[in-house]
DNA sequence: ATGATCTGCAACTATGGGGTTGCACAAATC
DNA sequence: GATTTGTGCAACCCCATAGTTGCAGATCAT
């Protein structure tokens, strides 16, 4: 059913802050430090989210220098969507079995 | 761009137990008494989640005599699906856009 | 009416996680 | 070489929350 590696990847979309990281990344590549001048928290509270997102593979880091840039890997998003999708779609298709059932056809 | 109640539910998504529970209504409406009986938590942390899942709407009560029987809302998981995928496929086209720009197209 | 069962509310514990400050270290800049 | 700027690590605070126990109130069965 694949719901193995999923549920850790909605605990890291389960937050506002994430987003807002993920949003500032959507315009472009950044490091740490960079976010942290956007948004209203630590630069380290950002390390620590982006830790988070890259666990879960939303997010890459790359080396530019001294600095770590990191990334959106959209593919990840787009997967976890189709997924959550198909098992939208089992529950849709179980659930109409059971009300047949339970309306005795 | 309705990122507004989408959050919650993606927290909602990201704990194991709450899974379980979807799972195991998924297998037809139950009570948290029910429920207690094939998870191994208690009836009341049953309800807490439960309370969780329906904030967010993707748990549905409904009163059987002096039960309450939850069911799964199927559409609220495939909306929150769509919604993500609405999101990724923006993701992957603004990325898309930025590696033209810097590879100079 | 009594007992069994299911629900609801409340108090309490404890672990995790979001956030901070502080410091040490690496790498550009001057 | 000295200074700046960016990263990494660690300790710490604080609150949200997953989980528990305990009890009171409904509701069904006998």
């Known amino acids: 059913m694949t719901t193995g590696t999923l549920v850790p990847v909605f605990a890291a979309l389960g937050d506002e802050t994430r987003w807002s990281i993920l949003a500032a990344l959507g315009e472009g590549d950044a ?6 001048g ?6 380290q509270a950002i390390a620590k989210h982006l830790a988070v997102l890259q666990e879960v593979g939303l997010v890459e880091p790359i080396r530019v220098g001294r600095e770590v840039q990191y990334r959106v890997i959209g593919s990840q998003l787009s997967d976890t969507a189709r997924r959550l999708e198909a098992i939208g779609a089992e529950w849709d298709r179980r659930l109409a079995t059971i009300k047949e059932i339970a309306e005795g056809l």
Do not use: E, G, N
């Not at 490091?31 to 942290?36: D, F, I, M, V």
């Not at 956007?38 to 630069?43: E, F, G, H, K, W």
């Open 31 to 36: 490091s740490a430090s960079a976010l942290a």
């Open 38 to 43: 956007r948004l209203p928290v630590t630069r």
